[in-house]
């Protein structure tokens, strides 16, 4: 079991002198059941399991909120006592099979303030969208999980000095890194790419000295899981047709997702739009894809100012990504990561990291921005607030990249700083952006790819 940010999360949330409900929100297999165990093992604190999807007979008392019959149902099924003032972890695992568990979860906290009550489930957010239920508003804490990042993956497959190294690194001395240093830290982000961040095929690389062979058959196992959880998705489609949709859009991550590929997709399914519309709905609150908004960067927060019918997708795993597209293992090894596969990996690297770079209790988002057309061709491929500062992100090709992109973004948004990611050494710049007779002087801050974890940090450094 490997120590996350989210165990420690758990136990912060545990500690909590007045908390309130915790709902863990993330896609299967990302490890939110081991994160909750491995928790109360650390705060040494027992933990009543109820697995919700093999008793769906407590509906009724979840539906009707008699939390005092509730708590004696659970001591019979698991054979141990528990009460409102118990120091145990109550965890109401699988909560999708029962969806009334989650607004039941208001009186949970009304009635039993001191019980600590951590609710989960795969595909919560897609039964709460379907059901008429009243929401627990400002009665629950949230934890959003997804697979590991590049960080954890190198303290779980005991990496300490290259996590070291990253730490060390600050503006004014990540310029010193010796070559053998980057080269070792670039390596271990291939082995990452490979693998990628699921925590099982993480187990798998360890236990088989990364038999890339073995991981593979279990990623392909776990795109075949996902796939057979369509036919418990709501909705009006056939687990057929959301294979063929589901198929489509993984070809598209990375790029831009217009109407004309949209229609491509519907028709190559034989489907509609509106059907497309529908299956993407689902598989982003299953969590298998996000989606990457258009933002004007006008104002912060970001989310203010979006186009939802300009957007872009990443899939919830690197790993999972090569495995489903078939990219072979040789074209990661062998090239820079930002030339491989038409440069969609690195900007699935960087994405699936940035995704991961906010605090656990945000729903995290990402947004890219690009000028009118009518003011010429221009893509950032991501925008990253911190503070009351946007920060233009570009995933480039080393250090002979061009960043036309990021002038045009400098001189229309006049900003001072902007971040380019690629396999190039870390590096500051002072640059000038001239477009169209415009000018604005800026920081380019150069991050290798080891280094996107350290983004937070790094832009608030002088």
């Not at 001191?114 to 400002?138: C, F, M, N």
């Amino acid at each position: 079991m490997f120590n996350r940010r989210a165990v420690e999360e758990i136990q912060s949330w545990y500690n909590q002198s007045k908390r309130k409900p915790l709902v863990i929100r993330g896609a299967r297999q990302v490890g939110k059941t081991t994160a909750v165990r491995l928790a109360a093992e650390k705060l040494s604190v027992g933990i009543l399991e109820i697995n919700l999807e093999r008793h769906r007979e407590l509906e009724p008392l979840f539906k009707n909120y008699k939390v005092e019959e509730l708590l004696f149902a659970f001591s019979l099924i698991s054979g141990e006592p528990i009460s409102k003032e118990s120091k145990a972890i109550l965890f109401l695992d699988e909560a999708q099979a029962t969806p009334s568990a989650y607004a039941c979860l208001r009186y949970f906290h009304e009635d039993m303030p001191g019980l600590a009550v951590i609710l989960t489930g795969s595909l919560l957010d897609q039964v709460l969208h379907e059901s008429a239920l009243s929401t627990p508003v400002g009665r629950v804490e949230h934890l959003f999980m997804g697979p590991l990042t590049f960080e954890e993956f190198l303290s779980a497959t005991g990496e300490s000095a290259a996590l070291n190294a990253i730490e060390m690194l600050t503006r004014s001395t990540m310029h010193l890194i010796p070559d053998s240093v980057h080269e070792k830290l670039m390596a271990q982000v291939r082995r990452y790419t490979l693998c990628g961040g699921m925590p099982y095929c993480i187990q798998t690389a360890i236990e088989t000295r990364f038999n890339h062979a073995e991981i593979v058959k279990y990623q392909i196992e776990l795109l075949q899981s996902y796939k057979d959880d369509f036919a418990k998705y709501t909705g009006s489609q056939t687990a057929l047709q959301l294979n063929a949709f589901f198929n489509g859009i993984i070809g598209q991550i990375g790029l831009q997702f217009s109407h004309k590929q949209a229609n491509e997709i519907a028709l190559n399914s034989s489907g509609n739009n509106r059907q497309l519309n529908e299956a993407l709905e689902r598989f982003l609150e299953a969590r298998l894809f996000y989606r990457v908004l258009h933002s004007g960067a006008e104002t912060i927060p970001l989310g203010g100012d979006t186009k939802i019918r300009i957007s872009k997708f990443l899939f919830i795993d690197i790993g999972l990504l090569l495995a489903a597209q078939g990219v072979p293992a040789q074209s990661i090894m062998g090239s820079p990561l930002e030339l491989a596969n038409r440069g969609i990996i690195a900007e699935q690297f960087a994405g699936q990291q940035l995704l991961a770079a906010k605090p656990s209790y945000i729903n995290p988002t990402l947004y890219y921005w690009q000028p009118p057309k009518s003011e010429g061709q221009a893509e950032i491929d991501f925008l990253y607030e911190s503070g009351n500062q946007i920060y233009p992100i570009e995933v480039k090709s080393g250090t002979s990249g061009t960043i036309k992109s990021l002038h045009a973004y400098m001189t229309k948004k006049q900003s001072t700083e902007g971040i380019r990611i690629s396999s190039a050494k870390p590096s500051l710049h002072e640059l000038t952006a001239k477009i169209n007779r415009q000018e604005k002087a800026f920081q380019l801050i150069n991050l290798p790819f080891y280094m996107i974890n350290q983004i937070e940090r790094i832009v608030h450094e002088r």
